[in-house]
C-alpha cells in the first residue's frame, strides 16, 4: 500500500485539485448545486475559509485557509465528496476495494494538495486558478465562467474584469509568473 505523505500544518493555506474518476464527465458543473451544497455542509461541519476556487466540469481547484487549531482538510474534503457522490447511483464496474469502502467510484481516490509557502506563492495558485477555464478552452475571457471565485475578486475590486484577456498561454503556479 501507498504511504503519501501530507501536511499537517495546523492554520495553513492550501491549494488542492480534486477530480472525478471519469475526466469526460461533465458532472461539478451540471449538477453544480449539489456540488454547492455538499462544500457549504462541510464547511458547516468543520470551518475554512475560502480563498479561491473554480469549478471546472470534471475537476475543480481551492485555496483553503484552515483555522488555527486545524490541518485536516482531508476529512473536509471526504465530506464534500460523500455529501456530492449520494446524489448519483454507483458505478456498475467498482473495484473491490471500492465496494468494501462503500465507495461509489465517482471521484479520483487522491486529491493533490500544496501548503502555501507566501504571498508570491498564493498569488500565482490563485491566478492559476482563476485563469484555468481558459486554459482548458471552455472560454475565451476569465470573465465568462460562471463557477469562479474571480467574480469575487472583481466584485471587491481586486481584479478588473478584462484580467488576463492578453494572456497567451496558461498560467503554472511553478513558472512564477503573473499576468
Known amino acids: 500500500m501507498s504511504r503519501y505523505r501530507r501536511s499537517s500544518s495546523r492554520g495553513a493555506t492550501y491549494f488542492f485539485t480534486v477530480a472525478l474518476a471519469d475526466r469526460s464527465s461533465a458532472l461539478l458543473t451540471e449538477y453544480i448545486g449539489w456540488l454547492r451544497s455538499a462544500y457549504s455542509a462541510a464547511r458547516m461541519a468543520q470551518p475554512f475559509r475560502t480563498v479561491a476556487i473554480c469549478v471546472m466540469p470534471e475537476h475543480l481547484h481551492a485555496i483553503w485557509e484552515l483555522p488555527p487549531d486545524d490541518a485536516d482538510f482531508s476529512m473536509r474534503w471526504s465530506r464534500i465528496k460523500g455529501g456530492f457522490s449520494r446524489h448519483f447511483a454507483a458505478a456498475p464496474a467498482r473495484s473491490m476495494s471500492k ?21 508570491g506563492d498564493l498569488a500565482r495558485h490563485v491566478d492559476y486558478i482563476h485563469y484555468n477555464p481558459v486554459k482548458h478552452g471552455l472560454v475565451c475571457r476569465v470573465a465568462d465562467w460562471p463557477y469562479s471565485s474571480f467574480h469575487r475578486y472583481v466584485e471587491r475590486g481586486a481584479l478588473p474584469v478584462q484580467w488576463a484577456t492578453d494572456v497567451g498561454d496558461a498560467l503554472s503556479p511553478e513558472a512564477g509568473e503573473r499576468p
Do not use: V
Request: aromatic letters at 14%.
Open 99 to 119: 465496494r468494501q469502502k462503500r465507495e461509489k467510484g465517482l471521484w479520483q481516490r487522491r486529491f493533490w494538495e500544496h501548503q502555501i509557502r507566501d504571498e
